[in-house]
């Protein structure tokens, strides 16, 4: 089955630098890649998503990448502010028609120091 | 529209007793998902309902695990009896299920921390 690694695990960041999550997966199927943002007790919500047949996609201060060859995806904030400091977690998923099974990387807890 | 909600948000039970966690996904929404989060790891997929029907079952755990959509509407996920490892947090998701820009974006609910003591 598919196999998420993502990196770093924790993230400390100074308000207004760049942040960057790294993930890499192992099923070349693969073809849908979500992120999501867990904020400390509330649910995950998808930041930013991207597809198999795009290499990278952004919006406002977040960006994604995707390198198939290499099956590596990338997620870069920008101009990091508190209100970024939460959980991300980096997915790889197929669709199959409507339905997908979505596997998720372990997570990186990113912390923006005021 | 109503999101996803579970219940109940927190659980504390003794190892051997037995715990029901439910999950109202979003109305229509033909895709459920169980998945769980133990502290510092992954979020882990568990099974997938197509409305009342088992997609996909290869994440549970093991025969103390049992879920069921009747009706196609709520699921539920019972635990019996359950033991320390399954401490951690139970999240339900849906999705539309239907192909089209979005219908696969899963929605998750806020979570159901299970602690087993």
């Known amino acids: 089955g598919e196999n998420v690694e993502q990196h770093p695990s924790t993230l400390s960041v100074q308000e207004g630098d760049s942040a960057v999550i790294k993930c890499t997966y192992s099923d070349s199927a693969s073809n849908y890649f979500p992120w999501y943002k867990q904020e400390l007790g509330k649910r995950p919500q998808l930041i930013i998503d991207i597809r198999s047949n795009v290499g990278e996609k952004k919006d406002q201060r977040i960006a994604v990448t995707l390198n198939k060859t290499a099956k590596h995806f990338s997620l870069h904030i920008t101009e990091t502010q508190p209100e970024d400091s939460a959980v991300y977690f980096c997915?790889?998923?197929?669709?199959?028609?409507?339905?997908?099974?979505?596997?998720f990387g372990i997570g990186t807890k990113l912390q923006v120091i005021p | 529209e109503a999101g996803v909600t579970q219940f109940p948000s927190h659980s504390v039970i003794e190892k051997g007793q037995t715990v029901t966690l439910r999950c109202d996904p979003i109305?229509?929404?033909?895709?459920l998902y169980w998945y769980r989060r133990v502290m510092g790891k992954e979020i882990k997929f568990l099974l997938h309902?197509?409305?009342?029907?088992?997609?996909?079952e290869s994440g549970m755990p093991n025969n103390r695990f049992l879920a069921e959509r009747t009706g196609g509407t709520y699921s539920t996920l019972k635990v019996q009896p359950a033991e320390l490892e399954d401490s951690g947090v139970y999240f339900c998701a849906s999705s539309y299920g239907t192909a089209g820009s979005g219908a696969n974006v899963l929605t998750f609910g806020a979570g159901s921390r299970l602690t087993v003591l």
């Open positions: 309902f197509v409305k009342e029907s088992k997609q996909d």
């Open positions: 109305s229509g929404h033909d895709n």
């Open positions: 997915a790889a998923s197929i669709i199959s028609g409507g339905y997908q099974k979505v596997t």
